[in-house]
């Protein structure tokens, strides 16, 4: 950390949050872009409350039922979700026994080894990145379409986070069930996933940890009912009444905080 930035301070956890992000920049493997993701993420969750609703804790647990329930899970990681949550990945990754693949949209094997890397380090073991063997996903021409035919391309329910949608459509046309962290519920990406988690990423992978510990032992039966009973379209408009509620609230009362 090159900044100290005190316990005290009121908007503690988001600047170390901001300062990772950073730190992932001047590392190489975040790109100028994906600061500016990071900044409209960050907005989203302010507006929020900076906490986990009730919709996101239900997203979060029909996620982790539906990936104990696959075959071939995978987690799908690109450079902000590595800098925000590399060791919450690793543990997630592990309690699921789902593989981690580095998939990003500025693609350049410098940046997925670095990202390989961070998450290497953080304890992750099976890391599919710059020696896989790859191949493309149909009807899609970014790099994103670029993935590992050990990892996504042979995955049947794939998590994504910090997500374009257009890869999102893709991965739903060749028959992948995508579950999405993403915090703005507006975008394609959440509009199009199977799961959508409107949740801070690090927080959301956090949140999975938990509930894996909680369902791994659980039957099969139980964790289908889980994910039958889950509405991904009412836990979006869920997310949508509650920023409406905030922005409500703030414009009624003409201010979020108590004066000092």
């Known amino acids: 950390m090159r900044w100290h930035i005190p316990e005290s ?22 790109v100028p872009q994906g600061l500016i993701a990071q900044g409209r993420g960050e907005a989203f969750d302010y507006i929020l409350g900076e906490v986990s609703h009730p919709f996101a804790l239900e997203a979060e647990r029909a996620a982790v039922a539906l990936m104990l329930l696959a075959e071939r899970p995978v987690i799908s990681v690109n450079g902000n979700y590595a800098a925000l949550a590399a060791q919450e990945i690793a543990e997630l990754s592990s309690l699921l026994g789902a593989k981690v693949e580095v998939n990003i949209f500025y693609r350049t094997e410098e940046r997925v080894a670095k990202i390989e890397a961070m998450l290497r380090r953080a304890g992750a073991r099976e890391v599919l990145g710059v020696a896989c063997e790859k191949t493309r996903l ?13 990892g996504i391309h042979s995955a049947d329910v794939v998590l994504v986070a910090i997500e374009d949608g257009d890869r999102t459509k893709a991965l739903r046309e060749v028959g992948k069930r995508v579950i999405a962290i993403d915090l703005n519920p507006f975008s394609r990406t959440a509009q199009l996933a199977h799961i959508t988690i409107v949740d801070e990423a690090s927080r959301a992978t956090q949140n999975m940890i938990s509930f894996a510990k909680e369902l791994r032992g659980s ?3 139980s964790l289908e009912l889980i994910v039958s009973s889950y509405d991904n379209r009412k836990a979006l408009s869920e997310a949508f009444r509650a920023i409406l509620a905030r922005l409500e609230d703030a414009a009624r009362r003409g201010l979020l905080l108590e004066p000092p």
């Open 9 to 30: 301070h009121p908007r503690y956890r988001s600047l170390l949050v901001r300062e990772k992000v950073v730190e992932a920049f001047l590392e190489g493997a975040v």
């Open 138 to 150: 149909p009807n899609l021409e970014s790099p994103r379409g670029i993935v590992c035919v050990e």
């Open 219 to 221: 039957s099969r039966a």
